[in-house]
């Protein structure tokens, strides 16, 4: 593995290591102190943690709290990053670190989330922040006259969705900092076990922990990573908008954590030979998986990722009526929006994520309408095959 600080530690032990701190009575898994403020014995102890001396326990709402603590400590380990902030979701993540890095401007790249493109595209202007959109597959030079005109934060998704496209996390990251600009990547669709923004160059990562880190879609959370002088601002956003996660969804989070890498093993394999079955099925135009040959950044993919997910999307001949009719028609897929979570979930993004957008506008972004997004879950891949394979049938007699 890559990791400066942990050189001989893989990440199913930092999983389950990561979390250094135990409570008085010595339990291997922090228990939820669900306690609302933390008491002192004097004012001479009270000012050691309030004046930032020593990391104790003070009121919840700042994320002083133990359960907190130790969750972040895996988080920590997990990115190798020297910090990690959790958040009472992604998008608080997300806004938290706008709010904290993006007052000089924010230069966006390629496809991100609908919640993050809301936020960038009409709240953020609102507040006098400047956002600025390049499009998947931009010229560098555009990236360049951003940076130029003194745009301070560059973010991005890589793996993107749905299109699954991949951005160079260190080529931006050699761009942006010859300008003295931060590079922030949301690592959700990958995890750190299939990439490690940081250690490619990247500043700062965010997560969705609501999807994979989480894991079993009964928790939202979101969490920050990266060096302590670039997260200390987050602190400081995050106690004063109230938004650090709760100790019970802390625990929850902490739980998940042991298994994300045992579950990522079988996410990407499953995507891998799900992605590998379908791509000569004639009921399918493009199977888009950043593990195939045929996948545009297949190249990069290798580079940049350790595993590449459980996250693929299909282009189902006979288009958008015909893709809708499949996504129907799928029994172990569950036609829901979100995604990383054990059981296996599909989306059309033109009735879904994508929604909003015109018609012409998605095809401008590569969003065809007959696209599925499958997030593969963790069920025998065999029964999942053959679930997509009953579901594509009708398409193949049609076409004899
Ligand atoms: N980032 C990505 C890539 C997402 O897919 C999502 C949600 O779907 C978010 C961020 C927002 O996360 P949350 O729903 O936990 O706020």
Avoid at 131 to 139: M, N, V, Y
Avoid at 269 to 280: F, V
Avoid at 345 to 373: F, K, N, W, Y
Wanted: net charge negative; glycine share 8%; proline share 6%.
């Amino acid at each position: 593995m890559s990791q400066s600080q942990s050189p001989h530690v893989g990440p199913a032990t930092l999983a389950i290591h990561g979390q250094k701190q135990r409570d008085a009575f010595g339990s291997p898994h922090m228990p939820i102190y669900d306690t609302t403020t933390f008491a002192y014995p004097d004012t001479a102890a009270l000012l050691e943690v309030t004046e930032g001396r020593r990391r104790g326990p003070l009121y919840s709402r700042y994320g002083q709290n133990p359960t907190l603590y130790a969750l972040e400590e895996t988080l920590a380990a997990l990115e190798d990053a020297a910090a990690a902030w959790a958040f009472s979701s992604g998008m608080a993540a997300i806004s938290t670190l706008f709010l904290s890095h993006g007052q000089r401007g924010i230069a966006c790249l390629g496809e991100v989330y609908g919640g993050t493109l809301s936020l960038l595209d009409q709240q953020l202007p609102e507040l006098g922040i400047e956002t600025h959109f390049l499009p998947e597959g931009h010229a560098p030079d555009t990236l360049e006259r951003l940076l130029e005109s003194g745009v301070r934060l560059v973010y991005l998704e890589t793996p993107t969705n749905p299109t699954l496209r991949l951005i160079d996390i260190t080529a931006v990251a050699e761009q942006a900092h010859r300008h003295g600009a931060l590079v922030a990547v949301d690592g959700t669709f990958a995890t750190p076990i299939n990439q490690r923004p940081l250690a490619l160059g990247a500043d700062i990562v965010v997560h969705s922990a609501t999807k994979y880190l989480g894991g079993h879609s009964d928790l939202t959370a979101g969490a920050a990573m990266g060096s302590s002088k670039l997260l200390d601002p987050l602190w400081r956003w995050r106690q004063n908008l109230g938004s650090a996660l709760s100790p019970q969804m802390a625990s929850l989070l902490s739980r998940s954590l042991r298994t994300l890498p045992l579950r990522m093993q079988r996410h990407n394999a499953s995507a891998q030979t799900i992605a590998e079955a379908l791509q000569d099925n004639p009921a399918i135009e493009r199977v888009l998986y950043p593990g195939l040959d045929s996948h545009p950044d297949h190249a990069l993919a290798k580079r940049q990722m350790f595993g590449f997910g459980g996250m693929l999307t299909l282009e189902i001949a006979g288009g958008h009526h015909a893709a809708t009719a499949v996504a129907d028609r799928l029994e172990l897929f569950a036609l829901a929006p979100s995604l990383g979570g054990a059981e296996s979930l599909v989306t059309q993004p033109c009735t879904t994520s994508h929604a909003d957008l015109t018609a012409e506008e998605r095809a401008r972004r590569g969003i065809a309408d007959s696209m599925l997004r499958l997030s593969v879950g963790l069920e025998d891949v065999e029964d999942l095959l053959d679930d997509i394979h009953q579901a594509l049938a009708p398409l193949i007699t049609d076409r004899c």
